[in-house]
């Protein structure tokens, strides 16, 4: 077992690990940690460098830590304090007017610490140090390359799938899905340092090819020219009742068969895979198919349909060695050709700053660099470190190795691979600290103590919780807490598990079960407000409300018919989602909207757009403006002037003018859902408008802009992620 931190006896000098589960006091040490750097090694405040992996984390942390020099000035200023580290440092470093102007001195030059992103960092360090990092002075930093990826994955797919001369190729792509979108998907999985394997052979693959080719349409040949005379007698052969089992080779279905089998072998090449008839000529198939009381041993046709079906099981098995090549083949291209389209245009991506910074410290002048960074950094400290993949620890390690580094993660989370996390990376890294140096934090302070101790008790009962040995469970001790809230007033333990039962005429569906789930959890909240309504239970002296309570699911489609069967039972909720807004239904509305925009007088359209919710017309209304021309002829003339105002002013000004003159807040907010639609509608808005600026787009360029992200293959963005309706007092429902 690691040795519990103890923050005081800390050495300030090498690596160290921290591990620190939820809730044992992780930012509180971070921030402890800066405080001792700056008070007794008296690092100034921009040369303490702390690295965080999102951006709302980032700025908490500088809250909390802004915060905690303002305790420490307070408490140098009285010479006392409540706090126990406080008190400690007091005495360590002395309490003296020079203490206090350092700490002032850092309040007033907060602005100048370097706390940020892992990306902000490595942006940071390529504008300062351009010359020892070979920088360009002057880029655009983009947070969306989707469009650039999207070109180049179809410029890929024309280049090796539409232009490819082997028909048979293209045939058996399109059966696999190939499409720029399977392409654009491919490269959306990959992680920045991961290695591309197998490396692609291109003359060997390209002799395999042309060899299982030949085969095939050769033995496609003999068989080709076979068939006028063998068809006769392969009719009357399925056509007999004595032949086959009739589930599997149906005499009534035979002419069918044939005429199947006329149109595949009439082709001038054979398209691959082949189509379903050629199935049932198989040897495999045949057998299963033959009844004992069969009267035909055998044919040359269906010895020559096993030769073309070995040759195009084979030619199969080539292509899709292929199709994998084209993967390896279409990341390298993928690579070169977007640092080729950034640079024409001047731009670099997240991505880019840890790459550049990466391949920096890997080149000649490298060490330089770090010496650089060691420089202007006189220590690190790296938060949330088991979300680090290999190439932002290498980049850590390269700089500060023969610093003062901390690491502080949760080993446990490392294996959430969906947050970017890497299991083995943590391990590596863990195994490079010094013993000494590894420390856990144990004492929860966020939890209540009855289930800090049943999760212990669940995890105890374990040998290995977590599969590898090296991620250990230490047992959590509850932190002595004044002023807890605790819940009372509630029946049972603090960590319950419930077990559904399974009707009397079998088992439960999934559905039913996630239904039946959904139910028991609205129930279960319905009980306790009203047990806190008659005030039996509490939440220590205040009455429990919904936005004390939360509801975890593992997928956004649980989320919502939680969501939805808490808001059938009359219980406020809101959902947290990674979802994607440009997948919702009023991104599809807003399309809708956008092609009525651009093009007015196609009647359809703008019918199309009256019935989505923006303007809630239903089809009984639009079908009634048919018969009004006076009514119709108002629309028409709005939506004209709307397209001659985006057209003049932008999208921007044009839908703020068609949400306020419509009234369309209003209506969405008395519609079932109403708040979640509308916080949709003016976040895809505010995109858009965004869209337009950046990339200078036009009418049409908006509407394509829109299409393309509402393709589920297209790449998702932090910035497209749902927002929150509103969270004042309602439950929270959120995937873990």
Known sequence: MNRPLDLMALDLVGTHLIEASAGTGKTYTIASLFLRLLLEKRVPVESILVVTYT????????????????????????????????????????????????????????????????????????????????????????????????????????????????????????SRRVSPEWFLGLAGQRNLAAAVIPERDHAGAAG?????????????????????????????????????????????????????????????????????????????????????????????????????????????????????????????????????????????????????????????????????????????????????????????????????????????????????????????????????????LLYNWRSAPGLIEAVNAVFSGVDEPFVFDWIRFDRAEPAPKEGRKDLTGVDGGPLTVWFLDAPDDGPLTADQANRAVCGAVAFEISRLLNLSTAEVVKLADEPLKPRDMAVLVRTNTQARLVRDTLHDAGIPCVLYSDENVFLSLEALEMEMLLSALAEPMREGLVRTALMTRVFGLDASAVDALGRDEAAWEGWIGLFRTWHESWVRTGFTPVIRRLLDGQHVRGRLLGLDGGERTLTNVLHIAELLGRAEAAEKLGVQGLRKWLAERRAPEFPGSEEYQLRLESDDDAVRVMTV
């Not at 809250?63 to 408490?75: G, S």
């Not at 595949?264 to 050629?278: G, H, I, V």
């Open 55 to 174: 951006v709302p984390a980032t700025d908490e942390l500088k809250t909390r830590i802004r915060d905690k020099l303002r305790q420490a000035r307070e408490a140098f200023v009285q010479g006392t304090s409540d706090d126990q580290f406080m008190t400690w440092l007091m005495d360590r470093v002395g309490v003296s007017a020079q203490a206090v102007r350092i700490l002032d001195d850092a309040l007033a030059r907060f602005d100048e610490t370097a706390i940020s992103t892992i990306h902000g960092f490595c942006q940071r360090m390529l504008r300062e140090m351009a010359f020892e990092t070979a920088s360009p002075f002057e880029t655009e930093l983009v947070a969306d390359q989707a469009d650039m990826v999207a070109a180049i994955a179809d410029d890929f797919y024309r280049v090796h799938i539409t232009a490819c001369d082997v028909p048979e190729f293209i045939s058996f792509a399109r």
């Open 208 to 440: 395999t090819m042309t060899a299982a080719l030949d085969a095939y349409r050769d033995a496609f040949t003999v068989l080709k020219e076979t068939w006028p005379q063998d068809r006769d007698e392969i009719a009357m052969i399925l056509a007999d009742p004595r032949n086959f089992r009739q589930n599997m080779i149906n005499a009534g279905n035979a002419p069918a068969l044939l005429s199947e089998l006329d149109l595949f072998l009439a082709a001038t090449r054979p398209d691959l895979p082949m189509p379903e008839a050629m199935n049932k000529f198989s040897q495999e198939y045949i057998e299963k198919a033959k009844k004992r009381t069969a009267v035909f041993t055998g044919h040359r046709f269906l010895t020559l349909c096993e030769t073309l079906h070995e040759s195009a099981s084979a030619l199969a098995d080539v292509m899709e060695e292929a199709l994998t090549g084209l993967k390896v083949e279409f990341l390298g291209f993928l690579d070169r050709a977007l640092v080729r389209r950034k640079e024409r245009q001047g731009v670099v991506h997240f991505d880019d700053l840890l790459l550049r910074m990466h391949n920096a410290l890997l080149s000649r002048s490298g060490e330089a660099l770090a010496e650089a960074v060691r420089g202007r950094f006189a220590a690190a400290l790296i938060d949330e470190f088991q979300d680090t993949d290999p190439l932002q620890y290498e980049i850590f390690t390269r700089c500060f190795a023969d610093s003062t580094l901390f690491f502080i993660g949760d080993p446990k989370q490392a294996v959430y691979s969906f947050r970017g996390a890497d299991v083995f990376t943590y391990a590596r890294a863990a195994a490079a600290v010094e013993e000494a140096n590894t420390h856990t």
